[in-house]
Protein backbone atom coordinates (compact mmCIF):
# COMPACT_ATOMS: atom_id res chain seq x y z
CA UNK A 1 0.00 0.00 0.00
CA UNK A 2 1.32 3.67 -0.83
CA UNK A 3 -1.86 5.63 1.05
CA UNK A 4 -2.20 5.41 4.74
CA UNK A 5 -4.79 6.08 6.97
CA UNK A 6 -4.77 9.62 8.34
CA UNK A 7 -4.85 10.52 11.69
CA UNK A 8 -8.60 11.72 11.39
CA UNK A 9 -9.65 8.47 10.02
CA UNK A 10 -12.41 6.91 11.32
CA UNK A 11 -12.87 3.58 10.30
CA UNK A 12 -10.35 0.74 9.12
CA UNK A 13 -9.46 -0.70 6.15
CA UNK A 14 -9.91 -4.19 7.73
CA UNK A 15 -13.33 -3.00 8.74
CA UNK A 16 -14.61 -1.76 5.19
CA UNK A 17 -13.54 -5.00 4.05
CA UNK A 18 -15.45 -7.36 6.88
CA UNK A 19 -18.47 -5.32 6.18
CA UNK A 20 -18.45 -6.23 2.23
CA UNK A 21 -17.13 -9.92 3.10
CA UNK A 22 -14.11 -9.30 0.53
CA UNK A 23 -11.20 -11.50 1.61
CA UNK A 24 -7.81 -9.40 3.01
CA UNK A 25 -6.10 -10.10 -0.47
CA UNK A 26 -3.03 -8.42 -1.24
CA UNK A 27 -4.46 -5.62 -3.54
CA UNK A 28 -2.77 -2.75 -3.04
CA UNK A 29 -4.42 -0.73 -5.71
CA UNK A 30 -7.68 -2.16 -3.86
CA UNK A 31 -6.52 -1.24 -0.97
CA UNK A 32 -5.20 2.13 -1.23
CA UNK A 33 -8.53 2.78 -3.13
CA UNK A 34 -10.40 2.22 0.03
CA UNK A 35 -7.93 4.05 2.51
CA UNK A 36 -8.42 6.90 -0.31
CA UNK A 37 -12.00 6.87 0.30
CA UNK A 38 -12.11 6.31 4.37
CA UNK A 39 -9.91 9.39 4.52
CA UNK A 40 -12.10 11.44 2.18
CA UNK A 41 -15.36 10.32 4.08
CA UNK A 42 -14.16 10.97 7.31
CA UNK A 43 -13.12 14.32 6.35
CA UNK A 44 -16.22 15.17 4.56
CA UNK A 45 -17.85 14.45 8.13
CA UNK A 46 -15.78 16.63 10.13
CA UNK A 47 -16.06 18.96 7.40
CA UNK A 48 -19.90 19.00 7.93
CA UNK A 49 -19.78 18.97 11.72
CA UNK A 50 -17.27 21.12 12.78
CA UNK A 51 -15.62 19.11 14.66
CA UNK A 52 -13.13 15.58 15.19
CA UNK A 53 -14.37 12.37 15.86
CA UNK A 54 -11.33 9.55 15.89
CA UNK A 55 -8.98 10.36 19.06
CA UNK A 56 -6.09 12.98 18.03
CA UNK A 57 -3.26 14.48 19.27
CA UNK A 58 -3.12 18.24 19.63
CA UNK A 59 0.08 18.60 19.53
CA UNK A 60 0.46 23.25 19.97
CA UNK A 61 -2.55 24.74 20.35
CA UNK A 62 -1.87 28.79 20.89
CA UNK A 63 -4.50 30.74 22.40
CA UNK A 64 -4.71 34.46 23.83
CA UNK A 65 -4.76 34.13 27.25
CA UNK A 66 -8.04 35.86 28.63
CA UNK A 67 -6.97 36.21 32.66
CA UNK A 68 -9.34 34.06 33.53
CA UNK A 69 -9.10 30.12 34.99
CA UNK A 70 -11.13 28.50 31.87
CA UNK A 71 -9.70 28.53 28.56
CA UNK A 72 -11.53 26.88 25.79
CA UNK A 73 -10.29 24.63 23.50
CA UNK A 74 -10.86 24.32 19.89
CA UNK A 75 -11.55 20.43 19.96
CA UNK A 76 -13.83 18.32 21.77
CA UNK A 77 -14.35 15.80 23.37
CA UNK A 78 -11.09 16.04 25.29
CA UNK A 79 -9.76 12.63 26.53
CA UNK A 80 -6.74 13.85 28.20
CA UNK A 81 -4.40 16.71 28.74
CA UNK A 82 -0.87 15.79 27.35
CA UNK A 83 -0.66 13.71 23.84
CA UNK A 84 2.15 10.91 26.00
CA UNK A 85 0.54 7.44 26.05
CA UNK A 86 0.27 7.34 29.88
CA UNK A 87 0.74 10.86 30.90
CA UNK A 88 2.98 11.93 34.08
CA UNK A 89 2.46 14.59 36.28
CA UNK A 90 5.11 16.03 34.51
CA UNK A 91 3.71 15.56 31.22
CA UNK A 92 0.27 17.20 32.44
CA UNK A 93 2.04 20.37 33.65
CA UNK A 94 3.89 20.74 29.99
CA UNK A 95 0.80 20.86 28.53
CA UNK A 96 -0.61 23.88 29.83
CA UNK A 97 1.91 26.92 29.32
CA UNK A 98 2.96 30.37 28.65
CA UNK A 99 5.45 32.54 27.87
CA UNK A 100 6.01 36.34 28.18
CA UNK A 101 6.32 37.11 24.12
CA UNK A 102 7.19 34.93 20.90
CA UNK A 103 10.31 35.13 21.96
CA UNK A 104 10.16 33.62 25.58
CA UNK A 105 10.39 30.05 26.47
CA UNK A 106 7.24 28.40 27.15
CA UNK A 107 7.04 27.43 30.93
CA UNK A 108 4.47 25.64 33.10
CA UNK A 109 1.40 27.79 34.33
CA UNK A 110 0.62 25.64 37.47
CA UNK A 111 2.82 23.86 39.78
CA UNK A 112 0.46 20.83 40.43
CA UNK A 113 -0.92 18.76 37.87
CA UNK A 114 -4.26 18.19 40.34
CA UNK A 115 -4.85 22.14 39.55
CA UNK A 116 -5.14 21.19 36.20
CA UNK A 117 -9.11 19.86 35.49
CA UNK A 118 -10.17 18.73 32.15
CA UNK A 119 -14.16 20.24 31.68
CA UNK A 120 -15.65 18.09 28.96
CA UNK A 121 -19.60 18.28 29.09
CA UNK A 122 -21.37 15.03 26.68
CA UNK A 123 -22.48 16.72 23.56
CA UNK A 124 -26.14 17.54 25.03
CA UNK A 125 -24.82 19.73 27.60
CA UNK A 126 -22.43 21.79 25.33
CA UNK A 127 -22.80 25.34 24.89
CA UNK A 128 -21.22 28.66 25.05
CA UNK A 129 -21.82 28.86 29.04
CA UNK A 130 -20.30 25.63 29.39
CA UNK A 131 -17.60 25.01 26.46
CA UNK A 132 -15.24 22.28 26.48
CA UNK A 133 -12.59 24.02 28.27
CA UNK A 134 -8.97 23.40 30.42
CA UNK A 135 -9.58 25.13 34.15
CA UNK A 136 -7.16 25.90 36.77
CA UNK A 137 -7.23 26.05 40.01
CA UNK A 138 -4.95 27.95 41.45
CA UNK A 139 -3.61 30.21 38.84
CA UNK A 140 -5.09 31.88 35.67
CA UNK A 141 -4.07 32.20 31.69
CA UNK A 142 -2.31 35.46 31.96
CA UNK A 143 -3.51 37.82 29.30
CA UNK A 144 -1.30 38.46 26.05
CA UNK A 145 -1.18 37.37 22.17
CA UNK A 146 -0.23 34.00 21.51
CA UNK A 147 1.08 33.43 24.84
CA UNK A 148 -0.09 30.31 26.08
CA UNK A 149 -0.21 26.62 24.66
CA UNK A 150 -2.43 23.73 25.06
CA UNK A 151 -1.18 19.86 23.75
CA UNK A 152 -4.25 17.24 24.75
CA UNK A 153 -5.95 15.04 22.87
CA UNK A 154 -9.45 14.31 21.46
CA UNK A 155 -12.14 12.49 20.23
CA UNK A 156 -15.13 10.07 20.22
CA UNK A 157 -15.01 6.58 22.41
CA UNK A 158 -17.29 4.35 23.23
CA UNK A 159 -20.58 3.97 21.59
CA UNK A 160 -20.31 7.28 19.89
CA UNK A 161 -16.84 6.82 17.93
CA UNK A 162 -19.00 2.85 16.95
CA UNK A 163 -22.19 4.89 15.27
CA UNK A 164 -19.57 7.22 13.30
CA UNK A 165 -17.56 4.71 11.96
CA UNK A 166 -20.75 2.30 10.67
CA UNK A 167 -21.83 5.57 9.09
CA UNK A 168 -18.72 6.37 7.56
CA UNK A 169 -18.12 2.17 6.61
CA UNK A 170 -21.81 2.60 4.79
CA UNK A 171 -20.35 5.78 3.14
CA UNK A 172 -17.11 3.91 1.73
CA UNK A 173 -19.66 0.91 0.41
CA UNK A 174 -21.75 3.07 -1.40
CA UNK A 175 -18.41 4.56 -3.42
CA UNK A 176 -17.30 1.24 -3.84
CA UNK A 177 -20.92 0.18 -5.05
CA UNK A 178 -21.06 3.59 -7.26
CA UNK A 179 -17.83 3.51 -8.90
CA UNK A 180 -18.72 0.19 -10.86
CA UNK A 181 -16.07 -1.48 -8.59
CA UNK A 182 -18.29 -3.29 -6.48
CA UNK A 183 -20.87 -4.25 -8.99
CA UNK A 184 -23.49 -6.63 -7.42
CA UNK A 185 -21.59 -6.53 -4.09
CA UNK A 186 -24.14 -8.08 -1.04
CA UNK A 187 -26.29 -9.26 -4.04
CA UNK A 188 -27.08 -5.73 -5.01
CA UNK A 189 -26.72 -3.59 -8.45
CA UNK A 190 -24.54 -1.05 -9.25
CA UNK A 191 -26.12 2.36 -8.06
CA UNK A 192 -25.17 5.65 -10.08
CA UNK A 193 -24.61 8.86 -8.46
CA UNK A 194 -26.40 11.10 -10.89
CA UNK A 195 -24.81 14.41 -10.01
CA UNK A 196 -21.21 13.15 -10.74
CA UNK A 197 -21.47 9.82 -12.41
CA UNK A 198 -18.87 8.02 -10.15
CA UNK A 199 -18.14 7.71 -6.39
CA UNK A 200 -15.42 10.20 -5.53
CA UNK A 201 -17.71 13.11 -4.85
CA UNK A 202 -19.50 12.12 -1.64
CA UNK A 203 -19.81 15.66 -0.55
CA UNK A 204 -22.51 17.31 1.80
CA UNK A 205 -24.45 17.75 -0.93
CA UNK A 206 -25.82 14.48 -1.79
CA UNK A 207 -25.63 12.82 1.70
CA UNK A 208 -28.46 10.49 2.11
CA UNK A 209 -31.27 11.52 4.62
CA UNK A 210 -30.07 8.67 6.96
CA UNK A 211 -26.40 9.70 7.08
CA UNK A 212 -27.23 13.05 7.68
CA UNK A 213 -29.68 12.64 10.34
CA UNK A 214 -26.47 10.53 12.20
CA UNK A 215 -24.41 13.39 11.53
CA UNK A 216 -26.72 16.16 12.60
CA UNK A 217 -26.63 15.03 16.25
CA UNK A 218 -22.91 15.67 16.55
CA UNK A 219 -22.79 18.44 14.30
CA UNK A 220 -21.07 21.53 16.32
CA UNK A 221 -23.79 23.78 18.07
CA UNK A 222 -21.57 26.63 19.44
Given amino acids: ?12 LDAVK ?9 DPEEDDWFITQIN ?9 CQRVFAVQ ?3 SEIHNGNGRCRLR ?25 KRDDVNSDWENIETDADNIIINSPPDYLLSSQDPPSVDLLEEVFPE ?19 EME ?3 IEMVVTAWKE ?11 QMTNTAANQSDNITIRNLKPEWKAVLDRYKRKF
Avoid: W
Avoid at 40 to 48: A, L
Avoid at 81 to 91: E, F, N, R, Y
Avoid at 152 to 158: D, Q, R, V
Fill in 166 to 168: QLV
Fill in 40 to 48: RVSGVCEQY
Fill in 73 to 97: TLYYPITQLSIADSPTSADILAAVQ
Fill in 18 to 26: DYLKRPLQD
Fill in 1 to 12: MSVELASYAITT
Fill in 57 to 59: SFT
Fill in 179 to 189: SGRGQGTLGQS
Fill in 144 to 162: GTRNIRLKYKAGLTGTAIA
